[in-house]
């Protein structure tokens, strides 16, 4: 099958070929005025016309990009919701004469695909697969929901202000980890429809499209290359290092007098993996379930152990998420848990801004003294 | 005879190994044997400090008596260590009981002797004190530790 | 020392039957358990399960019991929480939920031919004890044995009479001291530092592996002591404790920088971990 890239006239199109395959879709939709990740069940449900503008603390939707289909970029949720569910039922266990019994729940997954993953969320995927899947332990229901779903992903032609996924490459354009990829043309001319495996180009197959012309290739390239200049954000390169020579940077304590340690940026994070158990029983105390919810390293009681907390203090605890995220991640999983989506930014509720921590944790500690100058001979 | 003992035995103790032959000489000039039987006290608390003492056979238990019960051991010493460090220190007064817990042979120094000496040769003074104040903040450390209780079930 | 697999959903626990349950000191027992169905859990000396007493919860408890006998898997566990005062109160015949075995292992097998250090504090002998059962199964294979045990009282030293069986063994060395006593103890009292000069004396550090549990503080003391007696760090091994809800390296909340103490620990070398140590809310 040709993985030459194709023309796609409109998006509903392909998203009316894999309803009809009977695939669930799962894809953006305005909720609350939010983009979220929904089921669409009609081609008319994907949103036209909206764009988004984000900064520290700050998110709307609007309807201000008639005519553009993709025009807002990622918005509060991400795919983790549905790979990763928020709440989850481990098992239950039933009392017996003799002691207990142990049951799953069935989870069903139906053939999903996710309509509309921005190149970063596939970057946030990938990273999740090596968390899930670290080597020597698999979560077989992440594994399951993940390769029971196809990804049609978009390569960004707009960057929020808060975008820095250029500066952590894993954007605005998706390289792989697609089945198809869209890039939006210029308003009302289209897309370009790349495809990344197999099945993917089974789907688009069942399309009849035209080739796509060397100009709209040449055009999508460049639409990635301006959506990347556009990007005013950038993750200093050596963060990964600074950060754990910096343990004690004065900045840990400026920034954790920001913070109010509510958890939204663990919450809004495509990566963020930790999670608590809790074990609940009915009032005849004879059915006990357990659960697994997304926690976060902000809460006090995330480091308890008998006689107290480890992580007492709110400059222990971002110090902990954010040298986790940029560097521990590096040692743990072979890459930085960053994509540069920028949700922790704009979800923040005071604006607190990685990028500029980052920089101003790269700064010279202050209370350090300064490298002895050059003696002129 | 008695003398030359002391001097070996002390020149041996990695207190006193680095002093030289003469003020190692000194010392055994203020040494003289003990010998305590099981359960003996040794000094009591509030008395005078006017000796300390080396172990060189048996174990010592230093208490610390209260009211209600038996006392408390905070700490035992055995052979090859020191006790009884009041000596140094104004007013020069016992902080503890010290009880043989089996039978024990110890040196022990005057103390009253070596203040006398220190006073007269400040110098011996500083050297006496270098020695002396690591295995003070050694018997301090562990003390902390010990106050810290890190076995308890916390509350 | 592989870790063998665990079931195939590394959540799901498997049941165990309690064979024998033993009051230890105050607030402690030990139970011994077999597996409901399926072969006897192997394990390394060092490891840990998740212990799931039924409607209360799950917590880590190091397994303390003699690597060459699996079927008689042996946990001793403290009632300090919920869950742990129900793993306490079982009786024979009571079911448990277990998972695992986890984590990294003592490298005792690796020690053969040097001198076997144990350094225990409170209920820190109790993931020492498989370590130290391999080492007296295997006792010609190692050029010494030592174990040094700090408890709080004579009324809280752990596995008291083992000890004492194991004093009285010509090949091995054991001090015994305790934080305080009463008249009538006629052994050392001291933290654990200060019997190590006593119990190292004679043995070249250099020929020394020193496995230490027991409380962080205790570790970090201890540690120090042993860098003064001359016992380089690289022979120097601890156990770490976190907070813990997976043992997969799922949850996250066992971190401990780059490591996470349940899949990479809970023992580590020391100085792998040395600067860790000294940072504070890490």
Redesign the interface.
Known sequence: MTRAPLHLPDPTLLLAALLAEGIRVIGPAPVQGAIAYEPLDRPEDLPKGLSDSQSPGHYRLAETAPGRWFDYVVGPQSWKKWLFPARQKLWSAERTADGFELGQPDEPWPRTAFFGVRPCEIAAMEIQDRVFDNGSFTDPGYARRRAGTLIVSVNCARAAETCFCASTATGPRAEAGYDLALTELATGTGLLLEIGSDEGARIAATLALAPATPAQIAEAKATSAATARAQTRAMPEAIAGTLKANPEHPQWEDVAARCLGCANCTLACPTCFCTDVEDVTDLSGDHAERWRSWDSCFSIDFTYVHGGAVRRSGKSRYRQWMTHKLSAWHDQFGSSGCTGCGRCIAWCPVGIDIVAEAHALSAPDPSLPAPAPHEEA | MEIHRFEEILAQHPLFASFDTATIALFAGCARHEHFRAGERIYSEGTPADRFFIVTHG?V???VATPE????????V?A?ELFGWSWLIAPFKHSNDA?A??EVRAISLDGACLRTKCEANPALGYTMFQHWVPHLVTRL??LR??V???????A | MAAPLPTPDPMLPRRYRVTRAKGEIAGTATVELAPIDGAPMTFSPGQFNMLYAFGVGEIPVSISGDPARPGQLTHTTRDVGLVSKAIVGLKEGDMLGIRGPFGSAWPIEAAAGRHALFIAGGLGLAPLRPAIYHVLNNRADYAGLTLVYGARSPDELLYAEEISTWKSRLDTEVEVTVDHARPGWTGRVGVVTTALPHALAGTDPATIEAFICGPEIMMRFTLQALEAAGVSSDHCWVSMERNMKCALGFCGHCQFGGDFICKDGPVFRHDTVAARLGLKEL
Do not use: C, F
Not at chain 2, 148 to 154: A, F, M
């Open positions: 174990d238990a230093l208490e019960r038996e006392p408390i051991i905070t700490e035992t055995h090859g009880v817990l089996n450390r562990s530790l010990q810290l209780d890190l076995y308890g079930v916390k």
